[in-house]
Structures are given as structure tokens and as C-alpha cells.
């Protein structure tokens, strides 16, 4: 009778260790996805930044890493071409040539 307590108490602990490990295993990848989907919009902003900073030259622009369409009367829409993407909606100054950030979204497929 011992025996069989002793032999269920080894596998109940041996079922928690295999538990605890596809967890730690999980929040392992939980951390690496949270990073790259950081970076991933970090660098998505960037580039709307970029893009928003030289509207008035973007001939200027060696690389355009954004879609750019007007939207009318000096509003523009800024959308980034990397993933997450991201939309911005810019006023510009006719008289300073100053863009202005109106309001953000994340662009969902």
C-alpha cells in the first residue's frame, strides 16, 4: 500500500515539473513575441515619422518606406508599408509648410 502512495506521489510530481516546464516554455515565447512586435512598431512609426517630417520634399526621399494619398485641402494620409501598419492623418500650413500630427491609428488587414 505504501508503495502505491509513494509510486502516485512520484508521478503527480513528475506531471507538475512537465506542467511548470510548457509553462516557462510558453512565457518564454510570450517575451520574445511582446519584443519583436515592439520593434516592429517602433520601426513602423519611424518610418510614418520620416514620411510626415518630409511631406513637403519627398523628392528628396532616397527610400519612401510610406504610402502617401491626399485626402483634400492640405490633409494627407500617412501610412506606413511595415507591419503592425500604421495611419496618420497630417494637416500642413500653407503658409509655414509645418505638418501636423491630427490623430493616429493602427491599420487592421
Same mark, same amino acid.
Given at each position: 500500500m505504501i508503495l502505491a502512495w509513494v509510486i502516485s506521489?512520484? =508521478? =503527480?510530481?513528475?506531471?507538475?515539473v512537465t506542467?511548470? !516546464?510548457?509553462l516557462n516554455a510558453m512565457r518564454i515565447v !510570450?517575451?520574445?513575441t511582446i519584443e519583436v512586435a515592439?520593434?516592429? #512598431?517602433?520601426?513602423?512609426?519611424?518610418?510614418v515619422s520620416e514620411? !510626415?517630417?518630409n511631406l513637403t520634399a519627398l523628392a528628396d526621399l532616397k527610400?519612401?518606406?510610406? #504610402?502617401?494619398?491626399?485626402?483634400g485641402k492640405n490633409y494627407w494620409l500617412i501610412s506606413s508599408k511595415e507591419k503592425p501598419a500604421?495611419?496618420?492623418?497630417?494637416?500642413?500650413?500653407e503658409k509655414t509648410g509645418v505638418a501636423t500630427r491630427m490623430n493616429?491609428?493602427?491599420v487592421f488587414e
Amino acid at each position: 500500500m505504501i508503495l502505491a502512495w509513494v509510486i502516485s506521489l512520484l =508521478l =503527480l510530481c513528475s506531471s507538475l515539473v512537465t506542467y511548470l !516546464e510548457g509553462l516557462n516554455a510558453m512565457r518564454i515565447v !510570450e517575451v520574445k513575441t511582446i519584443e519583436v512586435a515592439q520593434r516592429n #512598431f517602433i520601426s513602423a512609426e519611424n518610418a510614418v515619422s520620416e514620411c !510626415e517630417k518630409n511631406l513637403t520634399a519627398l523628392a528628396d526621399l532616397k527610400e519612401n518606406r510610406c #504610402f502617401i494619398q491626399s485626402a483634400g485641402k492640405n490633409y494627407w494620409l500617412i501610412s506606413s508599408k511595415e507591419k503592425p501598419a500604421i495611419q496618420v492623418s497630417v494637416f500642413i500650413d500653407e503658409k509655414t509648410g509645418v505638418a501636423t500630427r491630427m490623430n493616429w491609428r493602427q491599420v487592421f488587414e
